[in-house]
């Protein structure tokens, strides 16, 4: 992140720990020790001070130097006038190369810790778009399998529970209707591409994990995070099928 050429070899990130693993951007980066504690603290910093952090990286400083160069007090208010809305500029430690930084685009949101939606793969390797979109135009999808398929793709973050896409899709609050829907068509699915679908502990198949990866959010439904993949495949087809 920082730069600096004092770094000890072997420190790396990742915020994908999905497989195959990689130790190549965008997958993993190498980093010093203390932007990688700084990077892992950022949930529960004071507001404002991860941004101040980027702005000390951004202007050439290494990420040993954060704490050296400015006190607590000073480090405080100006995270403060950043949480605040006001514009904050650091003067040039050093030259570096513009941006834009891979770090800018990491979220404050603690859920992204667990949360499927904040992987950029899923756990598991899932089809390719590809491969989706011909088992999509292979079967006869009812309109409320499409609805649901679309309302699920275009979802904030991918990511809804059954009961918001029973609704958004279905026109009921009755979350058991789109589980049945979704989980026939997944199922169909599943067959079609012959994939190994997630299994429950007593060993019966979760079909839905071929389309989406599901989390129970603390105070909140179940939620399922649609697969990249087919996210891709669905926002296609859906464009060739309202096309025609």
């Given at each position: 992140?920082?730069?600096?050429?004092?770094?000890?070899?072997?420190?790396?990130?990742?915020?994908?720990?999905?497989?195959p693993?990689?130790?190549?951007?965008?997958?993993?980066?190498?980093?010093?020790k203390?932007?990688?504690?700084?990077?892992?603290?950022r949930?529960?910093?004071?507001?404002?001070?991860?941004?101040?952090?980027?702005?000390?990286?951004?202007a050439?400083g290494?990420?040993?130097e954060?704490?050296?160069?400015?006190?607590l007090?000073?480090?405080?208010?100006?995270?403060?006038?950043?949480?605040?809305?006001?514009?904050?500029?650091?003067?040039?430690?050093?030259?570096?190369?513009?941006?834009?930084?891979?770090?800018?685009?990491?979220?404050?949101?603690?859920?992204?810790?667990?949360?499927?939606?904040?992987?950029?793969?899923?756990?598991?390797?899932?089809?390719?778009?590809?491969?989706?979109?011909?088992?999509?135009?292979?079967?006869?999808?009812?309109?409320?399998?499409?609805?649901?398929?679309?309302?699920?793709?275009?979802?904030?973050?991918?990511?809804?529970?059954?009961?918001?896409?029973?609704?958004?899709?279905?026109?009921?609050?009755?979350?058991?209707?789109?589980?049945?829907?979704?989980?026939?068509?997944?199922?169909?699915?599943?067959?079609?591409?012959?994939?190994?679908?997630?299994?429950?502990?007593?060993?019966?198949?979760?079909?839905?994990?071929?389309?989406?990866?599901?989390?129970?959010?603390?105070?909140?439904?179940?939620?399922?995070?649609?697969?990249?993949?087919?996210?891709?495949?669905?926002?296609?087809?859906?464009?060739?099928?309202?096309?025609?």
């Amino acid at each position: 992140m920082c730069d600096d050429p004092d770094r000890p070899q072997g420190e790396w990130h990742s915020e994908d720990y999905s497989e195959p693993f990689s130790f190549e951007p965008p997958q993993s980066y190498p980093l010093c020790k203390p932007c990688h504690a700084r990077l892992h603290k950022r949930f529960n910093a004071m507001p404002g001070e991860w941004d101040l952090f980027c702005l000390h990286l951004e202007a050439g400083g290494y990420g040993s130097e954060f704490v050296q160069v400015r006190g607590l007090a000073e480090r405080r208010a100006l995270s403060e006038r950043i949480a605040s809305g006001c514009k904050v500029e650091l003067p040039v430690t050093r030259a570096r190369s513009p941006g834009p930084y891979w770090w800018r685009s990491l979220t404050l949101d603690p859920e992204a810790l667990v949360a499927p939606w904040a992987r950029p793969r899923p756990l598991r390797p899932r089809p390719g778009a590809a491969a989706y979109l011909k088992a999509f135009e292979s079967l006869s999808v009812s309109g409320s399998q499409l609805l649901l398929l679309h309302s699920h793709a275009t979802s904030p973050r991918r990511t809804a529970t059954m009961r918001a896409l029973a609704k958004a899709a279905l026109g009921t609050d009755n979350p058991k209707t789109a589980n049945l829907v979704y989980g026939n068509l997944a199922r169909q699915l599943t067959s079609i591409l012959d994939w190994e679908p997630d299994r429950r502990k007593d060993g019966s198949p979760i079909w839905m994990s071929l389309i989406a990866e599901g989390w129970y959010p603390p105070g909140r439904e179940y939620e399922w995070t649609m697969v990249p993949s087919a996210a891709e495949a669905m926002r296609f087809w859906a464009g060739i099928a309202e096309a025609i």
